[in-house]
């Protein structure tokens, strides 16, 4: 597992029962796919921006009780009618998404954090709809790991999202530790890069140990799969604090080293 965007959460696990597989990998289609349009080859802002649209019209005819025409959404709402699932995360979603089209910068962390509380914070919830939780701490520990995971795959890919002409680092923080684009535009960790790159590990962090708990909480193979996403972001942020912060020279990933930790940690929490 790479704590990466739409990689964060559990794709056709073996750890996952039957009945919930194929509504994991619908649910992953839709934002991967939705992801991959504001994302991904050379298409123009408005282009990008009408697929997104068509992917909400689609949504919406979901929500009238229609049948969609793409065989991807079809697939969806099938699984969304069989689960009871509901609407509002693919809303949220659509919604991120389309920000990431015109938007590239963010004030503050407020501004990053109502971004990840659409672009990740769904996908949490809509995990836990899937097993019949439905409780609001429940769900807001879910929405915790999600955003946190949203925010260290931020920290992971800084020189990544450069070349995307995006900076998901808050530019209040930048400029308070005098970080300016040309220092990461240069892959430079020196200055105050490591002091800047210490406040987002330790809210990323904080934010994971509130959410942690519900790890231990759900039984069986969900808790036991949420109990390994956890572990995973936690693991990345040690790399991300004992490197300093620097994500230039060396991109923190999850080693097989790091994955046996992870299960025996994950199987002796139950």
């Known amino acids: 597992m790479s704590v990466?965007?739409?990689?964060?959460?559990?794709?056709?696990?073996?750890?996952l029962p039957r009945r919930v597989r194929r509504a994991v990998h619908a649910i992953y289609h839709f934002a991967r796919t939705a992801d991959?349009?504001?994302?991904?080859?050379?298409?123009?802002?408005?282009?990008?921006?009408?697929?997104?649209?068509?992917?909400?019209?689609?949504l919406d005819a979901i929500a009238r009780g229609e049948t969609p025409p793409s065989p991807m959404m079809q697939?969806?709402?099938?699984?969304?009618?069989?689960?009871?699932?509901?609407l509002p995360p693919f809303y949220d979603l659509l919604s991120a998404f389309s920000q990431d089209v015109v938007k590239t910068r963010y004030?503050?962390?407020?501004?990053?954090?109502?971004?990840?509380?659409?672009?990740?914070?769904?996908?949490?919830r809509l995990m836990l709809a899937l097993f019949g939780?439905?409780?609001?701490?429940?769900?807001?520990?879910?929405?915790?790991?999600?955003?946190?995971?949203?925010?260290?795959?931020?920290?992971?890919?800084?020189?990544?999202?450069?070349?995307?002409?995006?900076?998901y680092l808050?530019?209040?923080?930048?400029?308070?530790?005098?970080?300016?684009?040309?220092?990461?535009?240069?892959?430079?960790?020196?200055?105050?890069?490591?002091?800047?790159?210490?406040?987002?590990?330790?809210?990323?962090?904080k934010m994971l140990d509130a959410g942690a708990p519900l790890g231990r909480r759900l039984g069986g193979r969900f808790g036991f799969e949420l109990r390994l996403i956890i572990l995973g972001g936690e693991r990345i942020l040690k790399k991300l604090s004992d490197a300093g912060g620097d994500v230039f020279a060396h991109r923190p990933q999850l080693t097989a080293r790091d994955w046996a930790y992870m299960l025996w940690r994950a199987l002796r929490a139950r």
């Not at 349009?37 to 068509?54: F, K």
């Not at 990840?116 to 914070?121: G, I, K, L, W």
Request: with cysteine; charged share 25%.
């Open 36 to 58: 991959d349009i504001a994302d991904e080859g050379d298409a123009s802002a408005e282009e990008r921006l009408a697929a997104l649209s068509a992917l909400r019209a689609e």
């Open 107 to 124: 004030a503050d962390f407020g501004e990053l954090v109502d971004y990840c509380r659409r672009s990740a914070n769904p996908v949490g």
């Open 170 to 205: 808050p530019q209040a923080d930048l400029a308070h530790f005098r970080v300016g684009e040309a220092q990461i535009a240069a892959g430079d960790a020196g200055g105050l890069w490591s002091a800047l790159m210490k406040k987002q590990i330790e809210r990323a962090r």
């Open 75 to 86: 697939a969806l709402s099938a699984e969304i009618a069989r689960h009871a699932l509901p």
């Open 4 to 15: 990466d965007h739409y990689e964060n959460f559990p794709v056709g696990s073996i750890f």
């Open 133 to 167: 939780e439905r409780d609001a701490r429940a769900q807001a520990m879910s929405d915790g790991i999600c955003t946190a995971l949203q925010l260290i795959n931020f920290l992971q890919d800084v020189a990544i999202d450069w070349q995307k002409g995006r900076v």
